[in-house]
């Protein structure tokens, strides 16, 4: 079978030292060697062979998004001043008509040409379902779940779900996507995790993204709350107990959803010990602070993350609260704030790096994914860069890395040239 040879004068593998001149071999969508140039040249002496200028690098993992509402740009391009006001917004234009496959589809093009190969997808309209899969983009395709009380469950929601998720076509995996801890009811989200093991599919939660929702969880107050209440919506356990009395990620511990094959999404109002839970359940979290920011919510405590020993991954979430779906330009921000809140470590470029490639793929069990490794998927992006050393191309990316990538090549297919 044809070797085809991937040449870029900076090669950054993630989990092995970066390569100045070097390359990688590939072979039935498979990275077959990673090393220098000439060393790989001579291996294959009959390779095809593509040069290319700038970084190589494992292909980006989005590890949050809804690329269904890639058509839905005009909410995420305001300003909004929390997360109530968002959301109003989000809604109107929701319940308005969409192509919802055609708008995913342009989100799977644009996230190809920002260098993601594998995305965690989150489809709420069943439309929207195989944009992932014809795309040919790896990752999970999240069934988003939502609404339900313990009382409207327990006629039939799991057979309901479990039709819902037969539907989704694979490759890539399909998994469940419980909305958050305010739209779902106790006993649902139980149950939801159960189903989750039982079937061996992953879960992806929004969690700890709003002060209203730590609110609406310990006590069974605040706006999230009243609103509930006068929506009627009073089934839900927690309405009705005034609270769980604990915070979120406590919450959705005891409930049994916090597993290595969880992750969760935004992760913002978090404590010590809420952290320290994350990294004791293996749950790793997908910082989106652009989605963040426009929604007028606080930044992400990015650097106690790092410190701390949490594993993160980086999302975009969906252009309905995001200026575009370039990762690197997440990760930029992140680079930011973590600086904002007194990470001064050096290794900060190379983690944060880690976390839209490594992290990723960790988040959402992708076990042949992030790194550039003999064995695994030949998954990878190039980006154009100016830097000409290792140290100073990882910096780049991270703090100014290109919304364009100059290619991107999911399981040895050029799937995005520019
Ligand atoms: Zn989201």
């Known amino acids: 079978m044809t070797v085809e040879l991937h040449r870029a004068p900076i090669v950054l593998p993630v989990d092995a030292p970066a390569i100045v001149d070097g390359a ?38 989005n590890a949050h998004t809804h690329l269904q509402y890639t058509s839905m740009a005009e909410v995420g391009q305001a300003e909004h001043s929390g997360f109530e006001t968002w959301m109003h917004a989000f809604q109107e234009l929701y319940e308005q008509e969409h192509d919802w496959l055609g708008s995913a589809s342009t989100g799977a093009a644009l996230s190809l040409r920002g260098g ?33 009380t313990d009382a409207a469950w327990a006629h039939g929601g799991r057979d ?22 305010y739209s779902l009811d106790t006993g649902v989200l139980r149950d939801l995790a159960g189903l989750a093991a039982e079937l061996g599919v992953r879960q992806h939660i929004h969690a700890a993204e709003s002060a209203w ?11 999230l709350a009243d609103t509930w209440r006068q929506l009627e919506r009073t089934d839900f356990a ?36 809420d952290r320290r839970i994350l990294r004791e359940r293996g749950v790793v979290v997908a910082l989106c602070p652009r989605s963040n920011a426009v929604i007028g919510l606080d930044p992400p405590p990015v650097a106690d993350y790092l410190r701390e020993g949490n594993v993160i991954a980086v999302g975009t979430d969906s252009l309905s609260s995001s200026p575009s779906l370039s990762l690197l330009a997440d990760v930029a921000e992140l680079h930011r704030l973590s ?39 030949a998954d990878l992006a190039v980006f154009p860069i100016a830097a000409r050393t290792p ?19 999911v399981a040895g297919r050029v799937r995005w040239r520019a």
């Open 160 to 181: 309901t779900v479990l039709e819902q998720l037969r539907r989704i076509p694979s490759p890539p995996a399909a998994g469940l996507s419980p909305h958050a801890v």
């Open 238 to 273: 927690l309405l009705r107990g005034n609270g769980s009395g604990r915070s979120v990620i406590g919450y959705l511990d005891d409930l049994g959803s916090l597993s290595p094959a969880t992750h969760l999404a935004h992760g913002i109002y978090v404590d010590a010990d």
């Open 213 to 223: 929702e730590d609110a609406y969880v310990r006590t069974g107050t605040g706006e």
């Open 116 to 148: 993601a190969t594998a995305v965690a997808e989150i489809v709420t309209d069943p439309d929207a379902a195989s944009a992932v899969h014809e795309a040919g983009l790896h990752g999970v395709v999240y069934w988003e779940v939502m609404g339900w």
């Open 24 to 61: 990688v071999a590939v072979r039935a969508g498979r990275i077959l060697a990673v090393g220098p140039h000439d060393e790989l040249a001579a291996a294959h002496p009959d390779a095809a062979r593509h040069e290319w200028d700038g970084a190589l690098v494992p292909g980006l993992v």
């Open 339 to 377: 600086r904002a809140q007194g990470y001064r470590a050096a290794d900060l470029h190379e983690r944060l790096f880690a976390a839209a490639t490594r992290g990723g793929a960790v988040a959402l069990g992708l076990d042949d994914a992030g790194t550039l490794t003999a064995g695994r998927r």
């Open 391 to 409: 140290v100073d191309a990882v910096a780049e990316l991270v703090e100014s890395g290109p919304a364009v990538a100059t290619a991107t090549i």
